[in-house]
């Protein structure tokens, strides 16, 4: 089935180019965004227990309901009787009977007719399949959106260790030109010492997000289904797309999203219920015939036995008069749960325009700051590159470098930020409109 799904998402295209890296080094390499989709796609439990699902709900659309039911039935008997009669003088008689009979029989029973009951019950089977379709692609986007998440998060937590890296080996500097200068007299301890302090609480925060970016990678294989001490590696960068359209996303989300068109089914499948419901209220014309084959022998006449075998057919036509108002019940009931699933559907599709809408306001604000924070980055780097010209000269103070080292980092953290949420606010709502698959 997954194969088949491929066909019509073509990310699933891309399986080849993973399977040929897993086969030369199974545990090891670099990773793309296309291929852990697609290692995932091929054995990520949460797709193969959908796909089991949408199998079933394949397995439920037959013709059942126009069929005849065939059955065929054998019956053997054998009885013994033994009788005793006793005579006003006292005597007795005694006498015995053994008799067999088998009988053989086949049955047809066809509907010709229930009130369309069987073309809105295979309607229904259609329907469910349909549902039972967009289930399963709803499980692939949410595991797509999860994988693209993740992948990203790996990508955005790896630039910032090499940010703390970097600070790291800055205050690595700043403390070997402090304890420089404590060794040749020019300095007190007080500044080499709280050198360190910084150093070691910048070495502490490298190590904790090292840790973070391991758990990062161990949730993404998990993600893909992969061994979890793979020692796979992502080598990318997060580029956002040409900013998305508002009223593209919102026309495409009304038509594709997954979760809209999975509650048209059920809308759907509540309009066929109410038609079930309502075919009640018909005449049902039913055909029957059989053949049958039967054999006696008894020893009341012990030189003869007897069989007979024939056809025999019959309609039957059943009209409902009066079951106690059940079926209006059922008619009722329906018609309240397909206005449910009408209303259900109108406030779903007013929840997704909302979610959008707020979606694409953080997202324009994230792809606006993204420029924003890059100068304010290129401003903080060379301001820390003159502030650690002045400090090697003696010119400026400890604390005052620190400033100047934790404006970059922020600035350049902030940058970061803003690409990461720009990304995935686009990943979103590429989910939300249901053109995740363009990724």
């Not at 998402?9 to 545990?27: C, D, G, M, Y």
């Not at 349909?130 to 998060?153: H, P």
């Not at 790996?154 to 890296?165: D, F, H, R």
């Not at 790291?168 to 007190?188: F, L």
């Amino acid at each position: 089935m997954i194969k088949q799904f491929s066909i019509f998402f073509v990310l699933l295209s891309l399986v080849f180019p993973l399977e040929s890296v897993a086969r030369n080094n199974p545990k090891h390499g670099f990773l793309t965004l296309e291929e852990c989709i697609a290692r995932a796609l091929e054995s990520n439990y949460s797709v193969v227990i959908s796909e089991n699902t949408l199998e079933i709900a394949k397995n439920n659309v037959t013709l059942e309901p126009f069929l005849p039911v065939l059955s065929a039935s054998s019956r053997l008997s054998d009885s013994r009787l033994d009788q005793r009669s006793y005579t006003s003088d006292g005597s007795r008689e005694s006498a015995g009977n053994h008799s067999t009979s088998v009988i053989n029989g086949l049955s047809a029973n066809w509907r010709l007719f229930d009130g369309l009951n069987m073309f809105a019950t295979r309607e229904r089977q259609e329907e469910l399949l349909r549902e039972g379709e967009y289930n399963f692609r709803s499980v692939v986007e949410n595991l797509i959106m999860a994988i693209s998440s993740q992948y990203f998060s790996i990508i955005s937590l790896q630039n910032q260790v090499q940010l703390l890296t970097e600070l790291v080996s800055i205050s690595q500097t700043r403390y070997n030109q402090a304890i420089t200068r404590y060794n040749i007299g020019s300095d007190s301890g007080l500044e080499y010492k709280q050198a360190k302090i910084y150093l070691n609480s910048d070495s502490s925060s490298l190590m904790l997000q090292k840790e973070n970016l391991k758990n990062a990678y161990i949730e993404l294989f998990k993600l893909m289904n992969i061994p979890l001490d793979s020692e796979y590696s992502i080598n990318d960068t997060i580029i956002p797309e040409t900013q998305l359209k508002l009223d593209f996303l919102l026309e495409s989300a009304y038509q594709n999203n997954t979760e809209l068109n999975a509650m048209r089914s059920g809308e759907n499948i509540a309009a066929i219920d109410l038609k079930i419901a309502r075919s009640l209220r018909f005449p049902s014309l039913d055909l029957s015939a059989g053949y049958n084959v039967n054999f006696n022998r008894s020893q009341i006449i012990p030189s003869r036995f007897n069989d007979s075998e024939g056809f025999n057919w019959g309609m039957t036509l059943s009209v409902p008069i009066f079951n106690g108002g059940e079926t209006n019940r059922r008619v009722r009931n329906a018609q309240i749960v397909k206005d449910n699933a009408k209303i259900s559907l109108m406030r779903a599709t007013q929840e997704l325009e909302s979610e959008i809408r707020q979606l694409y306001n953080l997202y324009t604000n994230n792809l606006r700051s993204i420029n924003f924070e890059e100068e304010s980055r290129e401003s903080a780097i060379l301001n820390l590159e003159a502030a650690m010209e002045k400090y090697r000269l003696g010119s400026l103070s400890g604390i005052e470098f620190r400033d100047y080292q934790l404006s970059y980092m922020s600035a350049s953290d902030r940058k970061l930020k803003a690409l990461y949420e720009t990304k995935l606010s686009e990943i979103r709502l590429r989910l939300m409109a249901g053109q995740l698959f363009t990724l």
